[in-house]
């Protein structure tokens, strides 16, 4: 009995043995493969945010996934002003920006190596009137409307913009008395920041305020007699808004990440023209905050507020223009050039169709 039994053992021994060498292979081409994959997504991007809807381009290609599926690693954190991203910027904390060009232009007049590579929205402000202002303003234009408010209420109008030097407040005041003709007299600027803007308008401790989309949105749907008293085409048609910058490091040694990341935004604007509903989802985790569902984020993504544009060469020329608007007003003491803070190198790359 135990002779014919030895063969079968050996046969047994004999079978295992292309099967381990096969699970063997299967796992060195399971850890090569892991290692490939991690190679291939080792170029990580730090990218500072404002959380508005400008950015949304950003939301939806991390949210999505589609910087992994490209092989790079776009890691989101928000900040509450520009400044202080060109500050992460200059320290190599961060390697990539998406907020306004202002405080873009003061870096690289400072030195710091930045070039704005795509714009994700322009025409992006507001100026929202409150219900007494909104009133006011339906029989007339702008600066009657203001005028008469100030008469009824014995003191100037309460506008709230972000601070002096932003490009929310030197719009605002462009508006005010280049296009509309504002009596200095009867308007009074507030400046806060922008969760702030919005809750002070709800809370009416300001007559309106200049905001972005989502919260105009947010700010009709719980007070509904707020009204737009002007757009953003009608403050500085083409005005700038956010954009997407990077660092000098960046571009140099990684340009092929670069291109990749300036791709998914052309791509994540066709989502928002295309397929709106989508797009909402994504940007919703991340500017919801539980607060605000799916649904109305997509209508701030579909509002007359709402102008997404990627070519960064379509806001050179109104950059210029706040540049010189800021001069004239005394937040800036010079125009810095701004030519060399656009590379629309990426852009024209970039599949158009």
Do not use: C
Not at 37 to 42: D, F, M, P, Y
Not at 54 to 59: H, K, P, S, V
Not at 94 to 114: D, F, K, N, S
Not at 245 to 270: C, F, I, N, Y
């Amino acid at each position: 009995m135990e002779t014919p039994e030895q063969p079968r053992m050996s046969i047994r021994t004999a079978a295992s043995r292309p099967v381990a060498r096969l699970a063997s292979a299967l796992l060195l081409g399971a850890a090569v493969l892991s290692a490939g994959a991690a190679q291939a997504a080792e170029v990580v991007v730090r990218a500072g945010y404002i959380p508005v809807l400008g950015a949304a381009q950003a939301f939806i290609i991390d949210k999505q996934g589609w910087d992994k599926e490209a092989g790079f690693d776009l890691q989101l954190t928000q900040f509450d002003s520009g400044p202080n991203m060109i500050q992460a910027l200059a320290s190599g904390t961060l390697e990539g920006y998406v907020a306004g060009v202002g405080p873009l232009i003061v870096a690289r007049a400072q030195g710091i190596g930045v070039r704005v590579v795509a714009s994700t929205a322009v025409e992006e402000l507001v100026v929202a009137a409150g219900p007494d202002l909104a009133a006011a303003a339906k029989g007339g234009n702008a600066a009657k409307a203001i005028a008469d408010l100030s008469a009824k209420l014995g003191r100037p109008v309460k506008l709230a913009t972000q601070p002096a030097g932003s490009i929310p407040n030197t719009v605002l005041q462009y508006w005010l008395w280049r296009v509309a003709g504002v009596d200095k007299s009867k308007v009074e600027l507030v400046p806060m920041g922008i969760d702030a803007t919005q809750q002070a308008l709800l809370a009416g401790a300001v007559d309106g305020a200049t905001v972005r989309e989502p919260a105009l949105t947010i700010i009709r749907d719980r007070l509904p007699a707020v009204s737009v008293l002007a757009y953003g085409k009608d403050m500085i048609e083409n005005q700038p808004g956010t954009v997407v910058g990077v660092s000098e490091e960046l571009a140099t040694k990684h340009p092929e990440v670069v291109q990749k990341l300036v791709d998914l935004t052309v791509r994540a604007t066709k989502l928002i023209q295309q397929d709106p509903a989508t797009a909402a989802k994504a940007v919703e985790q991340v500017l919801g905050r539980g607060l605000i569902d799916a649904k109305t984020m997509q209508r701030a993504l579909t509002s007359p507020a709402s102008r997404f544009s990627v070519d960064p060469r379509s806001i050179v020329e109104k950059t210029k223009l706040i540049q010189d608007f800021q001069v004239e007003i005394g937040v800036l003491k010079k125009a810095e050039p701004v030519d060399g803070l656009f590379d629309a190198s990426f852009f024209d790359k970039s599949p158009k169709g």
